[in-house]
């Protein structure tokens, strides 16, 4: 069985540029989130996505955007970075639309913005 | 809106200490609650659940609606506890994502 994994791992960015980051969810799960974890703070509810519609969204503006592609596998999109924006993106995937409980997190993108 | 406190950074028992990580939740409606953890260069995992009432690795969490709390217990602490813990709620309507706590990292010392 195949974990979440996440790409890339690490990536530095300036203010005003645009980010991609990945996500294959683990194998035989249709629904995959996206939450931002701060540093010293839990994660962060961005999004979800089950069978490639967003269901669910947290308070994050617009320019955090994403999709989901046939094979279930992920990304999110962020424009017009900012400062704030620098943090682990973490990428977890279950089954099940709306009903999640247990998730299984990937390790994570760390993205830095100077 | 719903919230979730984790009021200490930081917990440092002895091994063989008994532990309790607390975590006070806000929410009106019927949530469900969880622990996660993350162990050193590990990924962020399930514990446990309240609607399951089980004991996983000897931890253990109740429910206490009316104190709105859903403390993690452990009756002695060992060395592999030593973590990063999250308490994290469901919301029974409306979005079921999870909402985190800021975490606390427990230190278990020989």
């Known amino acids: 069985e195949t974990g979440v994994t996440q790409s890339p791992t690490h990536l530095i960015k300036t203010r005003g540029q645009q980010v991609t980051l990945r996500c294959s969810s683990q194998?035989?799960?249709?629904?995959v989130s996206w939450y931002q974890q701060a540093l010293g703070q839990g994660p962060q509810f961005i999004f979800q996505?089950?069978?490639?519609?967003?269901?669910g969204r947290g308070n994050f503006p617009p320019r955090f955007s994403g999709l989901q592609f046939p094979n279930y596998s992920s990304e999110l999109n962020v424009n017009a970075l900012e400062l704030d924006d620098s943090a682990l993106y973490l990428c977890a995937s279950t089954m099940g639309g709306l009903d999640t409980g247990e998730l299984f997190f990937g390790e994570g993108s760390r993205l830095t913005v100077l | 809106a719903q919230r979730v406190t984790q009021p200490e950074k930081l917990l440092s028992v002895f091994k063989g200490a008994p532990v309790e990580l607390k975590c006070n939740y806000s929410?009106?409606?019927?949530?469900?609650l969880f622990w996660y953890v993350q162990y050193s260069r590990q990924r962020l995992q399930l514990l446990l659940r309240h609607i399951s009432r089980e004991s996983i690795k000897g931890f253990t969490a109740d429910l206490n609606k009316g104190e709105t709390s859903f403390h993690l217990k452990k009756p002695f602490a060992q060395e592999e506890d030593s973590a990063m813990y999250y308490c994290?709620?469901?919301?029974?309507?409306?979005?079921?994502?999870?909402?985190f706590g800021s975490g606390t990292r427990l230190q278990v010392q020989p």
């Open positions: 994290a709620l469901k919301m029974d309507t409306g979005r079921r994502a999870l909402t």
């Open positions: 194998s035989g799960h249709n629904t």
């Open positions: 929410y009106s409606g019927s949530p469900e």
């Open positions: 996505y089950y069978r490639e519609e967003e269901n």
